[in-house]
């Protein structure tokens, strides 16, 4: 059967970023990934299924922190780094925060026996075409948006980083999740 260029392309941008992701792990650090502060203006919008195919749109959670993370599960780094982001979860259910997971380029099967392998509890939405990770500009996976109340990103995670620990809860508490 032959493959369309929308697949070809979507096959084509998941070698290089297995690639990228890779070369990332290939350091030996776990924690090997760059944190750091943005300035954008306006909130990142993002309006995607989850994995029982309901439309899910980040708007809805404006008023609390979220930490939106772009993964799949071929991407070593982005499986080393979830543990750490549903440790955070756990310890942050109690205050206004949301977890949201991305996966980029899979189909709803593998990205759900993936979520259960893992113990993820928090909502996976499906960039099945990867037009959101396109449109965002992502270069690498895994990548994290840590949003403020009102939607605006204000750090950008690339590679895989810690999430659960003591600065990313400080960071947190100051974009209003507090303890």
Not at 32 to 37: I, N, R, T, Y
Request: glycine share 8%; charged share 20%.
């Amino acid at each position: 059967m032959p493959v369309s260029k929308q697949k070809t392309g979507v096959i084509a941008r998941s070698l290089m970023l297995c690639i990228l992701a890779l070369s990332l792990s290939a350091t030996g650090d776990a924690a090997a990934g760059e944190f750091s502060p943005v300035t954008a203006t306006t909130p990142l919008v993002l309006h995607l299924p989850d994995l029982e195919g309901q439309v899910q749109a980040l708007e809805a959670l404006r008023g609390k922190p979220v930490l939106v993370n772009f993964w799949a599960s071929w991407c070593t780094p982005c499986i080393t780094e979830m543990p750490s982001i549903q440790r955070l979860a756990d310890d942050m259910r109690d205050v206004p925060f949301a977890v949201i997971g991305v996966n980029v380029g899979e189909g709803e099967l593998r990205v759900r026996a993936m979520a259960e392998r893992l113990g993820l509890d928090f909502p996976i939405l499906l960039d099945k075409d990867s037009a959101a990770f396109e449109r965002l500009r992502i270069s690498v996976l895994p990548t994290t948006f840590l949003l403020d109340g009102d939607g605006v990103v204000r750090y950008v995670g690339r590679g895989p980083l810690e999430w659960d620990s003591a600065e990313v809860k400080d960071i947190l508490q100051e974009l209003g999740a507090v303890h």
